[in-house]
Each structure stands twice: as structure tokens, then as C-alpha cells.
């Protein structure tokens, strides 16, 4: 027997499977331990053949490139490997541009899927050009940051920066299947694997009071990487994640902006900071934490959330606090110029109480002004 | 009265609307002379206000911004304007550069919509850029050439062309309407208007004899622009279309597969010519006539079917034959590395008679052994 297909045999038990139900585009998260080798027998049962591309980075790339590649060859899907250099300042149009290259010189049909094996650039930049290309190309989001597994890999947003904005360019592409194997996390740089860790407690806060629960009586499991800790809070994200998504696919109808929870006062901090600072996850951190300030302000929650969700996050390593000389005039303009205010108007989403939410119309002067 | 308004009274009565059935995403394609002043009011009917964009070339933007922008300020939506040169060597990704940027700066957000005035490389392009930016802006296509208003505009189909080819990158984004003024086409140069008029033809040869019967007797009135007769052709094409269009939003189930009648071939000839001697519609023509001959050569039809379309072509004054130079073998080539090939596989549309096609699969060699 080889290796993959032993793999598959002692994988096969723990693999859970949570549905994004979009109707046609409909599709699967696969969420284990030691999963990679699912790629290639996935992507053959709905009828894949002949060849695929893998596009990576050079880091991930080193390291899980060739069972990924042997999973795909066992399942007589040739893969062209495209890598590009690590980090956000790749995710632009330059890159872009090598990436369609090089697709297009492998001589790419409709019918090749294109596997996505990275952390939140890859998947953006990746997703962005299997929605692009030829209008429109198979993708597989294999997410390899904890971030990217519980939030970006599912849902189909992709996006590239822009020289005056983050993700100002992008579509939504579903994938046909995302699958987010948990070991690969051993290998994440801890602090970006805590950094994860915020938007798994995001959920909690929106969404489950008991996840919240089960992340802040585990933690300690969670930070030393437990797979069935991992298996847990990765699969009860996706599921959360995927139920906003089917209600809610482009983010029309308000029931994907309470995944914004925290993230309009992140998403100022890391434009002030240049995104150099602090990790996406970081900001998310300080932005829950403010936001559930704002929220108290409003008379929308008590004290005791604001302390819960300020205590679980820096119990976990994350920073609670806007960095100094951010001043609140300067946090407004940001929050004013994304993408997401409508006319001017912000859909805040305030907290009631772990596990609650609610949505307010704010000005971005308003929000700032209770910082 | 304002003149705008004074236009939208003496033209209400003969404005006609096909409706594409997408669902969620369907909208209607309004034809008639002298509707250009609609397009404000239906977009405030339609909920927009405050801003649009207005994507135009040059040539065009001269003769048609000024009452495009008197409507669309008459009905509240202070419209922001870009102009790009004219001509299919500006669908690349340097000028949609400029498009991303110009829009950004002049703040856009998701409820801006860009309305793109001209052929089909401002459809295309003003698609790409709204289906694109912020993963998605509202779209509306007002096409100024025969060719984009009896094809490209409806459907949703938009594309940029990449050194390695056309249109090898785009998505499927479909606009909130579709405008189709034939008063325009008055403007259009009269290669254009005949290369346009290959299209149509193209409607009657697959889907509805009556049609190419119409065409046939009613060519000089055509050629002299008479306006009902345009109304009329232009409506039947698009009702071709948005049925086609409804059944196959993203040609995934072979009934969009029937346009590509003639353009199979048709598409092979551009490549090899450049696109610099012939017009879209030119090569189509050319391409349909061959593909009737290949037709003729697998026995799905006579002689008859061949010469009245050759004829009705000539009439129209279209080229028919293959320019002298391009062997069979380079144009087989050339089919097999068209986007729309799988795994080598080309879907081949066949005339059995006119107003009646069949699908058949061939390799490119296939095809070309019987030109």
C-alpha cells in the first residue's frame, strides 16, 4: 500500500465534513489531522483529470509541496507548481501578473483546478485568479494558517492590494471543496497561530457562548497544539462560518457583517500601522475589545463582557490595548474610507453578550468618539 | 420641460424590453431609438443615488457623455467619468489600471454604479472593472456598436486580454440593465455596422429561420438604418441571446455552446491575421461559412443551407473565404489552444438547416481536414 493511501485509510475516521449550502456552488470543508493526502482522491472524484496547478509559497511550499504533489499525481492529476515569495507585500498585481503567466504558458483549460496551499495570500491571490482566469477555473483552498482555515478559506472571497487599499480588487469564487488539516499548524510561527486564536474567539462572541466556553477552559491544550482541541475549534469556526455564507453569500443582506465584529476598529488600527505592526488577528484582537468598549458605551452590554472577552484574550497572548498615538480622529477617517461604509455609514456590530450581537448604524465619528 | 425629460416622453412607447431570467441576478435589455436619457431615471428606480461612474472612450465620450451625464444628473447621480482611448489594444491591464485608480480615487464605494458607454472593449473592460472592484460594483451596459448590443453587452460575459491571448482573463458579471440605443449606431462606421450585422445573421442561421428570412428581405432597409427595422433585429438578437443566456448563465452546459457558431473558426482566423485585418464579425462571417461547409462535409446538411447563408453574407457585403495564406493546419492549431477547448475536445457547432444547429465533438484536426 503507499503512503497516501495509507494515509487515507487511517485518516478517513477523523475527518469531519461541515456543507456550505449555496445551492449549485455548494461545497465541503473537510477539517483533520493529517488530511493533505485527501486533496488528490477528492479532486478525482468530481471528475478531475490529466492536470492541476498548485500555487504556494516558497516557505509552505518547502514544506508540504511533495505530499501534496503525490497526492495529486496518485490521483493522475499532474501538477504545475507555481511559488511565490511569503508575505503580504506579494499580494498585488505584480504577482498576479506572474501567476497568470505562468498558468497560461502551462497551458491551463477550464477544466484544470487550481490548489491553493497557503496562508491568507495565497488563498486571496490564488482565489483571485482562478475567479479571473478564463472566467473562471476549479479551486481548492488548502489553508495552512489558523486564520486562513476558520475565516478566509471558506466563503469565497479573494481579493489583491491595491496601491490605495487592501483587497480593493477581488470577486467571490467558491472552491470546489476547502480542506484544513490541522498538523500543518505545528509548523506556524506561534504568534501567528495565536493570532489565529482571536477570530476562533470571535465566533464565541458572535455566535456560541459555549465555544467561548470550551476555548477558554482549553486553552492551555489549544496552545500546545492538541489535535482534537485543534479538530474542535477549526470545525465548530467552519460551521459557523459556512451557516453566514449560505445565508448570506456577497455580503448583500447583513448577516455576513457580524463576521465584521471587531474588525472595523481592527481594520483602522492596521491601515494606521501599515500593517506592519501587528497581525490581522492582533488588530482583531484590540478591535473586539474595543468594540465591546463601544458596544458597553451604548449601553448595549455590561462590564462583565467587556472583562470575559478582554481576559480570555490576553490570557491567550494577544494585546487588548490600541497602540499609543493612535488617536480616535485618526481611527475615524480610516474606518470612513473602507471599503465596507455604505454612504458614509458603518454597520457596527455590537456585542450584547458572549454568544450575542447586534447590528447599529454609525457614523465613523460616532464609533471613535466612545474610544 | 427639460430636453431629457422631453426625450423620455416621446420615447417611452417604443422602448423594448426582453428580460434576461437569472433569478436573483435577472434584468431587463431596453431597446429603442433615442433612449439614451433612460438610463438616470431607471438607475434611480433602481435605488442608486448621489454617485455613478461612467466609463466611456474617446470617439464615443465626444458624441454621447454630455446627455448621458445631463440624465444621469437629472436623476441625482453626479456621474464621474472616465475615458480610455479607442480600440481593442487598450482591453489590457495597464489601462485597467488606470480605470481601478480613477475610480478609487474618486471614492467609489459598493453602491456606485458604472455605467460603460461604448463597443464591446468598454464593455468588456467597464465589466471587468465593476465586476472586479470591491468584489463587485453595479453595472450598466450601454452598448454603442451593433456588435455589443446584439451580443456582448447582454449576458454578463467581460475580459481583458493578456499578452498570451484575448480575453484569457475575465468573469462573468451581469450588469443591473442593459441599454441598447439604436439612434447610436447612426455614428458607428459602416464596416462596423455590416461586421455587426454577421452577428444577427448568426441568430437567424441557429436559432430562428423567420429571422434570417427577415434579414434577407429587409437588407437594404437595414443598411440604410431604418429605424424600426434596426429596433427589430437588434430585439430578436437579444431575445436570442437572454434565452441562451437564462439556460447557461456560465456556459457550463453546452446550451451557450450554440453561439459559438462560426467562431470557432471564426476565432482561430483572428489570431492568425492578428485581429489586424478583419473585424470581429468579419472573421465570423468567414467562420460561418466555413463551418457550414465542414457542416456540408459531415452530412448534417446540403448545399442549399451553405449558399443561401454565403449569399445573404455578400449581399450584406461580409467576406466569406479564408484569407489566402492561412493553411488548415495553422488554423487547427490555433482552434486548439482557443480558451473554450477541453482536453483537446472542441464542441463544434454544426447547421443542419437553417434555424437549426447541432452539437458535435471534434479535435481541431477534425475540423480543419474539412476546410
Chains 1, 2 share one sequence.
Not at 511569503?86 to 497551458?107: M, P, Q, S, T
Not at 495552512?144 to 469565497?156: I, K, N, R, S
Request: with cysteine; hydrophobic share 45%; net charge neutral.
Amino acid at each position: 500500500m503507499s503512503r497516501a493511501a495509507e494515509a487515507r485509510v487511517t485518516m478517513s475516521e477523523r475527518v469531519e465534513e461541515i456543507v456550505v449550502d449555496l445551492g449549485p456552488r455548494s461545497y465541503p470543508v473537510l477539517v483533520g489531522a493529517n488530511v493533505l493526502a485527501l486533496v488528490g482522491p477528492r479532486l478525482a472524484a468530481l471528475g478531475f483529470r490529466n492536470r492541476c496547478a498548485v500555487l504556494t509559497s516558497e516557505r509552505i511550499g518547502a514544506l508540504y509541496r511533495e505530499p501534496l504533489q503525490a497526492s495529486l499525481r496518485e490521483a493522475e492529476l499532474e501538477p504545475v507548481v507555481v511559488e511565490i515569495p511569503d508575505g503580504e507585500e506579494h499580494k498585488n498585481f505584480a504577482w498576479l501578473a506572474v501567476i497568470y503567466d505562468r498558468l497560461i504558458e502551462a497551458g491551463i483549460d477550464r477544466r484544470t483546478p487550481i490548489v491553493a496551499l497557503g496562508g491568507g495570500v495565497i488563498g486571496d491571490l490564488g482565489g483571485f485568479a482562478a475567479g479571473t482566469l478564463l472566467r473562471g477555473l476549479p479551486l481548492v483552498q488548502v489553508p495552512t494558517t489558523l486564520l486562513a482555515q476558520v475565516d478566509a478559506a471558506v466563503g469565497g472571497k479573494t481579493g489583491v492590494n491595491h496601491a490605495l487599499g487592501k483587497n480593493l480588487v477581488g470577486v467571490f469564487h467558491q472552491p470546489q471543496f476547502v480542506l484544513a488539516d490541522v498538523e500543518v499548524l505545528r509548523t506556524l510561527p506561534r504568534r501567528e497561530f495565536v493570532a489565529g486564536l482571536a477570530e476562533v474567539i470571535k465566533y464565541g462572541v458572535i455566535f456560541e457562548a459555549a465555544l467561548f466556553r470550551h476555548i477558554d477552559r482549553h486553552l492551555d491544550g489549544l496552545l500546545a497544539l492538541r489535535r482534537d482541541l485543534l479538530v474542535s475549534v477549526v470545525t465548530a469556526s467552519c460551521r459557523h462560518k459556512a451557516a453566514v455564507v449560505a445565508a448570506d453569500e456577497r455580503e448583500e443582506h447583513g448577516q455576513r457583517t457580524v463576521l465584521n465584529f471587531g474588525h472595523t476598529i481592527g481594520h483602522a488600527i492596521e491601515t494606521l500601522t501599515d500593517y506592519k505592526q501587528l497581525l490581522h488577528g492582533e488588530a482583531v484582537a484590540i478591535g473586539m475589545v474595543a468594540a465591546a468598549r463601544v458596544s458597553r458605551a451604548l449601553g448595549c452590554c455590561g462590564s462583565e463582557t467587556v472583562e470575559r472577552l478582554e481576559g480570555l484574550l490576553q490570557r491567550a497572548g494577544l494585546p487588548t490595548e490600541i497602540p499609543r498615538g493612535l488617536k480616535p480622529g485618526a481611527i475615524a477617517l480610516a474606518m470612513q474610507t473602507d471599503k465596507k461604509s455604505a454612504a458614509g455609514r458603518i454597520r457596527f456590530v455590537a456585542v450584547e453578550e458572549i454568544g450575542r450581537t447586534r447590528l447599529i448604524d454609525l457614523s465613523a465619528a460616532e464609533i471613535a468618539s466612545q474610544l
